[in-house]
Every structure is written in structure tokens, then in C-alpha cells.
């Protein structure tokens, strides 16, 4: 048995669309389908003119709160996503500069090794020149002294 309160609720001929305050939407601008368009296009494809509590309109009012619902969770999500991704991006990031710093270390060990080596190489040359000329010299000087051996000799 419904007590007293209910029962004067309900004996009432308003129906519950009427105690809405319908000054402020339910659901933010933008969230799903406005019940006058609903009605509009009911209208319009069906003929059939939809009353204030039909049951059409409380099946939008639910999908247009599941709408709001949903979006909420992909903004939710979305901003996990984005934090999960701006995450792995330092990390890749991070990732990257210590490979590109330790490249051009490398490089850099590589060039200087290099640019040594092709010092050594013409060290090396240079000495072999110098010896070359030494034992040119000498041989010079060797075949000079033969030269004047043989003309005072004869």
C-alpha cells in the first residue's frame, strides 16, 4: 500500500515531464538530439505528433544521458591515452638522444682515429722518403769518391 505523500503525488493529473523545470536542459549544448527535433522528425517522416511524455522522448532523454556518459569516458580516456603517450614519447625521446649523443661521440672517436691514422701513414712516408734520401746520398757520395779514385789512379 503507497503511503499517504505518494498517493497525492500521483492522484495529481501532472505528468513527470511537467515537474521538470524545462528553463534548464538536462544535458549540455551539443550532447545528442534535441526532443523538439525528435518531435519535428517523427512528424514529418510518420505523420504522428509525439505528446510531452511520450515514451519515444523519455527513450531519447536516456540515449542523450548515455551520449553525455560516453563522452565523458572518451575524454577520460583520452587524456589517459595522452598521458600514456606523452609518457613512451619521453622515453623515445630520451631514447633517441642517448643514441644520437653516443653516435657522434663515436664519430667523433672514429674521425679523430681516423685522421690519425692518416697521419701515422704519412709520418711513415715521410720517414721512408728521408731514408731513401739518406742511401741516395750515400751513394752519391760512394760513386763521387770512386770517381776521384779512378782519375787519380790512372
Known amino acids: 500500500m503507497m503511503p499517504k505523500d ?8 501532472e505528468s513527470v515531464t511537467e515537474l521538470i523545470d524545462e528553463t534548464e536542459p538536462y544535458l549540455p549544448d551539443g ?7 525528435v518531435k519535428k522528425m517523427v512528424a ?11 515514451p519515444l522522448l523519455v527513450t531519447v532523454t536516456v540515449l542523450n544521458a548515455f551520449i553525455g556518459e560516453v563522452e565523458k569516458l572518451h575524454a577520460r580516456h583520452n587524456n589517459a591515452l ?4 606523452t609518457s613512451q614519447m619521453d622515453k623515445y625521446i630520451s ?4 643514441t644520437t649523443d653516443s653516435l657522434g661521440e663515436v664519430l ?9 691514422n692518416i697521419f701515422r701513414q704519412h709520418d711513415t712516408a715521410i720517414q721512408r722518403g728521408t731514408a731513401n734520401a739518406w742511401w741516395c746520398a750515400a751513394i ?8 776521384v779514385a ?3 789512379l790512372r
Open 6 to 13: 505518494d498517493e497525492e503525488f500521483y492522484s495529481k493529473e
Open 82 to 85: 595522452t598521458q600514456v603517450m
Open 150 to 152: 779512378v782519375f787519380l
Open 95 to 98: 631514447g633517441v638522444k642517448k
Open 108 to 116: 667523433a672517436n672514429t674521425s679523430v682515429e681516423a685522421i690519425r
Open 140 to 147: 752519391v757520395a760512394i760513386s763521387a769518391l770512386i770517381n
Open 44 to 54: 514529418t517522416l510518420h505523420d504522428y505528433v509525439l505528446r510531452k511524455d511520450d
Open 31 to 37: 550532447v545528442g538530439i534535441e526532443l523538439e527535433d
